[in-house]
């Protein structure tokens, strides 16, 4: 079969061996595949990540020396069951799956590890256990894009935004993208994104945010539409001195049980939610420095280089900083139908398709911001350039 071969930082388009399924394994046919950011730096700074990765447990990332297929946001249709399968869906059927095999009791990241080839390819290994059958009705294109718009519905389930709290998106990239997306489509009705480009502003409001602003000519803080009381630490003492002169001027109230109360609910005031989608160097301390008090920053944007920042600012603040990465199968499975179902429209995020000959140059066309978010690959198209 023919597949985009990376090895020492470059793409080929090759002839490789048609993989074949084993124990609880399917082969697919890929209809379409979209190109990942991580795609992008892994064919550069693979050693990098597979040093991360072996860090964290897992030792079988891909490696610059290595011949890899990469792809991990795909769609394609049943061509073959391997042994040991229920052979749940008919061959022909289109499905997607999470981009992870099993050998064993080896785990493999498929699209970024050699042991895994990926969707920049005619045909792809997926588990059974970790494939679902696309909806009737939803295009093959918006149906590869559940896997990167399932990491943006992770994300946003760690932010946790309420009703009546604004959400920022720093970074409008497509995973900035995907996340305003699953923003609006969870209810959430005030959204600042920001962006140094002017096209992934447009996109951005295409995908849901009510509020843009070009971090060059006005601070996102600044345009909140929902202005809160909080912001900085003296509004905070001086909300603590006006709630505490109301409270203690009712004779004989117990006061301190309200406190109390409020603490077992976790119904202290909160900031707003802040989604860092930019991962490079400086962009946690410039958040942590400029967040309002009680702000919840939800990390999403991978930072591949040693950062720092200032824990007596989060402290002072008492700012909450968490880390999504991924998702798991029930999001994945919801993500699909959140699409299939209209609650969630990916289209604004796909910006062009190239065939396996195209994939070197769609590389290159997202290196820049101004043109592209999502381009996908087709393997059966002979487009070479987006």
């Known amino acids: 079969m023919k597949a985009v071969v990376c090895s020492e930082g470059k793409l080929d388009v090759a002839d490789i061996p048609t993989p074949r399924p084993g124990p609880g394994q ?72 999470l981009p992870i095999l099993r050998t064993g009791r080896d785990p493999e990241l498929t699209g970024l590890s050699e042991r895994a080839p990926g969707g920049y390819a005619e045909r792809v290994l997926v588990q059974e256990s970790m494939t679902f059958p696309v909806p009737d009705g939803l295009s093959t294109e918006h149906a590869a894009l559940t896997e990167p718009m399932a990491v943006a519905w992770h994300a946003v389930r760690k932010g946790r935004v309420g009703p009546k709290r604004t959400a920022f998106v720093v970074g409008c990239g497509p995973i900035g993208l995907a996340v305003i997306s699953m923003l609006h489509a969870a209810g959430v009705r005030n959204i600042v994104a920001s962006d140094f480009s002017s096209r992934r502003r447009e996109l951005a409001r295409q995908c849901g945010a009510n509020v843009v602003v070009d971090p060059d000519l006005e601070s996102p803080w600044s345009a909140d539409p929902v202005r809160g009381r909080i912001s900085g630490v003296t509004d905070v003492l001086n ?29 202290a005031p909160t900031g707003p939610v802040v989604f860092e989608c930019v991962g490079v160097p400086g962009m946690i301390e410039q ?61 604004p995020l796909i910006t062009g398709t190239v065939g396996l000959g195209g994939v070197d140059n769609a590389f290159t066309a997202l290196g820049s911001p101004d043109h592209h978010a999502k381009i996908l690959v087709d393997p059966g198209s002979s487009a070479v350039e987006v």
């Open 287 to 347: 958040l942590l420095t400029a967040a309002p008090p009680s702000t919840r920053i939800v990390v999403v944007g991978v930072c591949m280089q040693t950062d720092t920042f200032r824990p007596a600012m989060a402290i002072n603040k008492e700012l909450e900083l968490r880390f999504a990465f991924g998702y798991d199968p029930g999001e994945f499975r919801d993500t699909l139908h959140m699409i299939a179902d209209g609650k969630v429209a990916p289209e």
């Open 26 to 97: 399917l082969l697919i046919s890929v209809s379409r595949c979209g190109i990942c950011g991580s795609d992008l730096h892994a064919r550069l700074h693979c050693d990098e990540l597979a040093d991360l990765a072996a860090a964290t447990g897992y030792p079988n990332f891909m490696r610059s020396r290595q011949r890899v297929v990469l792809g991990h946001e795909f769609c394609g249709e049943i061509v073959e069951y391997g042994p040991d399968c229920r052979k749940r869906w008919r061959p022909g059927t289109r499905v997607v799956a």
């Open 239 to 267: 909300l603590g001195f006006d709630t505490m002169a109301r409270l203690r001027a009712i004779p004989r109230l117990p006061w301190w049980y309200l406190f109390r109360l409020l603490h077992t609910l976790d119904a």
